[in-house]
């Protein structure tokens, strides 16, 4: 999903036209509204810097904190050595294992990611622009859950015979390449329009993974797991503060 949104993005600052009265560099701070099998708030700084003599193009670095809420959801293994039988960018073009993969459903799930994010964006006219960002490297806090693990197929449990566990949140978030990414990561792909030199509303999509840990591991063939990751694809209101 990410690699689409990437190659989407790469295809709208193909787009050229006069770049007059543009921002050579801003600051901005965001508050996006995500939702759906899920509720998430994010809360963003971010630095753009113009490329360029338009401006039109501008890349940035920034710090958001992205916070998941959600009720009887459902994890799956997450190690790509598992799912795709590679921990590398093979994992991205790899189909998936389906004998490895486990499910893991929490009742009630609640964390917070607080990473650095890449930030890419174009303008197509002075109010109108579009963008697309990732989180890149971050921690990720939050309470333990109890949850049960569901392997309708193998009938795996854990390791001491059950099949309920604690877990909380994985500590470290790392971007890699798809299913080799490690911990709760955010990206946005949205457009965004400025009511006013300062005030801009942004919508677009929301793309996350969200990780836990459980405290017991279940045996996966030669291998043992407690990492479960959640992918969810939210649709996203936002509104932008430039200064």
Same mark, same amino acid.
């Given at each position: 999903m990410?690699k ?16 007059? =009265?543009? *921002?050579?560099?801003?600051? /901005?701070?965001?508050?996006? #509204?995500?939702? +759906?099998?899920?509720?998430?708030? &994010? %809360?963003?700084y ?23 809420? =959600?009720? *009887?959801?459902?994890?799956? /293994?997450a190690?790509?050595? #598992?799912?795709? +039988?590679?921990?590398?960018?093979? &994992? %991205? ?8 993969i486990?499910t ?8 917070n ?23 890149a490297?971050g ?29 909380s ?10 299913d080799s ?10 457009a965004?329009?400025?009511v006013?030199?300062k ?43 430039k200064?």
């Amino acid at each position: 999903m990410k690699k689409i949104i990437l190659y989407l993005f790469l295809g709208v600052i193909t787009f050229n036209v006069a770049g007059q =009265g543009l *921002d050579k560099s801003y600051k /901005t701070l965001d508050l996006a #509204l995500a939702g +759906g099998n899920g509720f998430s708030p &994010a %809360l963003s700084y971010t630095k753009m810097f113009g490329i360029g003599k338009s401006n039109r193009f501008k890349i940035g670095y920034g710090i958001r904190l992205t916070s998941f809420f =959600g009720s *009887d959801v459902q994890f799956r /293994t997450a190690p790509a050595k #598992l799912t795709s +039988g590679s921990a590398s960018f093979v &994992a %991205l073009f790899s189909d998936d294992i389906v004998a490895n993969i486990d499910t893991f459903k929490l009742k009630s799930v609640q964390s917070n990611a607080l990473n650095i994010s890449i930030n890419l964006q174009y303008a197509l006219t002075q109010k109108l622009e579009v963008g697309f960002n990732i989180d890149a490297l971050g921690v990720t806090f939050g309470g333990n859950q109890s949850g049960d693990i569901i392997s309708l197929k193998n009938k795996r449990k854990f390791s001491d015979g059950s099949t309920q566990s604690s877990a909380s949140p994985s500590g470290l978030n790392l971007l890699l390449v798809s299913d080799s990414d490690i911990g709760s990561l955010n990206s946005e792909l949205y457009a965004r329009y400025w009511v006013s030199d300062k005030i801009g509303i942004r919508a677009g999509l929301s793309f996350q993974f969200v990780e836990y840990m459980s405290d017991k591991k279940v045996n996966v063939n030669a291998d043992e797991n407690n990492r479960w990751r959640y992918k969810s694809l939210l649709p996203l209101v936002a509104v932008s503060y430039k200064f």
